[in-house]
């Protein structure tokens, strides 16, 4: 999490795993469209859930960086996802391409069941908000 951006858990609640109960600071608000496992250009190189989801989080980081924000800056995603039961069974590998492409950071996070997506071929959507905190 960057510098000025603060981790908020209530008192005597768990600390949640893989994700915040919410995330505090004040900055430049970066608001990411929906991103789904197509390359920029439009082009599906993957049908299967983790290869759309490696694409779609790539796809925010680029759009996040063309904002002047990177992983760190994100405080809240909202996930729509087509089959529920195959998000639960990738655990392992959802966290490993999480790891890889977006490191240590952990925000608010929700996640829906969508009966479908716009996309046909898409397995999944991610919605991203991003906080740039002001200079301290």
């Known amino acids: 999490m960057s510098k000025g951006l603060e981790i908020v858990n209530p008192a005597g609640w768990p600390k949640p795993r893989g994700y915040a109960n919410a995330v505090a600071g004040r900055g430049r608000m970066v608001f990411v469209a929906g991103q789904i496992g197509w390359t920029p250009d439009g082009r599906w190189e993957s049908d299967d859930f983790i290869g759309q989801l490696r694409q779609a989080l790539k796809n925010?980081?680029?759009?996040?960086?063309?904002?002047?924000?990177?992983?760190?800056?994100?405080?809240?995603?909202?996930?729509?996802?087509?089959?529920?039961?195959?998000?639960?069974?990738?655990?392992?590998?959802?966290?490993?391409?999480?790891?890889?492409?977006?490191?240590?950071?952990?925000?608010?996070?929700?996640?829906?069941?969508?009966?479908?997506?716009?996309?046909?071929?898409?397995?999944?959507?991610?919605?991203?908000?991003?906080?740039?905190?002001?200079?301290?």
Do not use: C
């Open 60 to 136: 925010t980081v680029e759009v996040l960086a063309a904002a002047g924000a990177s992983p760190e800056h994100i405080v809240r995603m909202t996930w729509y996802v087509t089959d529920k039961q195959e998000y639960l069974a990738s655990q392992e590998a959802i966290g490993a391409v999480w790891r890889d492409l977006l490191g240590r950071n952990f925000p608010a996070m929700a996640l829906v069941q969508v009966v479908a997506l716009v996309e046909d071929r898409a397995r999944l959507e991610i919605e991203t908000t991003a906080l740039v905190p002001d200079e301290v």
